[in-house]
């Protein structure tokens, strides 16, 4: 009976071994990863911004602006490790309610690695030719120090976005990273020729020709536990130049910061992805490796005993009576 006994545990101790190495290094690196269902609103606020109303042929400055960005997964379009999300931000004037820009994005990326591809009808403003590429709303699960290539729809080109050190946000120990976007025109627009008087040519000056400018320091607060940003600033300069000789518009200026309730929404998130990352690479390995190697010893132990026989009494020989 001791020897079915061992037999049962040794057999229940290593299968237990087995499943907690395929929790570790193949179920984990499969669950761990971008969902395909997000849905998630965040914020970001500029005081004292300045942009061109372009309603009333005005720039305005001293506002107070905010950028609502919603992102939403398309469940039907992601593959088993591709995610399709849809991104709409709306830039308004918070005291006036005009709205200033709404920016459309339609990313395909690995569900790991956050790398961008160009299947499943990604596009920038409708536009399906854009090549994105590099990180683009979901930064990489394994995190690391080294620099990004970070996807700018404005520009449509990736930029490095650097570590540049670590920082407490809010309770939260994070790791900056920088993105410096240098004044790049901005490509696939079409603009209308703008007066030489809101150049600042004087009022008397014809319409021209002009192109439209971006320039950006993004700065990105990154969760090392489990990849995902937790809060943003963007200081975005946009102008229009004419293509030829003197003038500038400016289409707006501001320092874009998140909100503290999209940060705190975002930390509990994280938070969140951090307390099931370790769950599947530490606490479900570990535990039951530890009850697999029990169980083994015991069966191994209870085997052993189990094999060894008492030994047999041998029954004394009486002498035999010799007759007298």
Not at 230 to 248: A, H, M, S
Request: hydrophobic fraction near 40%.
């Amino acid at each position: 009976m001791r020897n079915v006994i061992g037999m049962v545990l040794t057999g229940l101790g290593a299968f237990l071994l087995i499943i907690a190495v395929l929790v570790r290094f193949y179920v984990a690196p499969r669950l761990i990863a971008a969902p395909t269902d997000v849905y998630q609103v965040t914020r970001l606020k500029a005081e004292n911004a300045t942009y061109f109303d372009a309603g009333h042929l005005k720039q305005v400055t001293g506002a107070t602006v905010v950028a609502t960005n919603t992102v939403r997964g398309d469940v039907t379009s992601s593959q088993d490790g591709t995610a399709v999300w849809e991104s709409a931000t709306v830039v308004q004037d918070a005291a006036r309610g005009t709205t200033i820009e709404i920016q459309n994005q339609r990313v395909a990326f690995d569900r790991r690695t956050g790398r961008l591809s160009t299947c499943c009808g990604a596009s920038v403003e409708g536009d399906a030719t854009v090549r994105q590429s590099g990180v683009g709303l979901f930064w990489p699960v394994d995190a690391t120090k080294k620099a990004k290539p970070v996807y700018d729809p404005a520009t449509r080109r990736p930029w490095p976005a650097v570590f540049e050190g670590s920082e407490r946000v809010h309770g939260v120990l994070t790791w900056r990273f920088v993105q410096h976007v240098p004044s790049t025109k901005v490509p696939g627009q079409k603009l209308p020729d703008v007066p030489g008087e809101l150049l600042g040519r004087g009022k008397s000056s014809p319409a021209v020709a002009v192109d439209r400018y971006y320039q950006a320091d993004a700065t990105f607060w990154v969760d090392p536990r489990t990849g995902a940003p937790v809060d943003q600033e963007q200081k975005v300069l946009t102008t229009l130049q004419p293509r030829t000789g003197p003038g500038r518009l400016v289409v707006g200026q501001m320092d874009l910061r998140m909100t503290p309730e999209s940060q705190k929404t975002l930390q509990d998130k994280s938070s969140d992805g951090a307390s099931k990352i370790n769950l599947l690479k530490t606490a479900v390995p570990v535990g039951t490796a530890a009850v697999g190697a029990v169980l083994l010893v015991s069966g191994v132990f209870v085997g052993r005993v189990g094999g060894r026989r008492p030994p047999r009494n041998r029954q004394r020989r009486e002498p035999l009576a010799t007759a007298h």
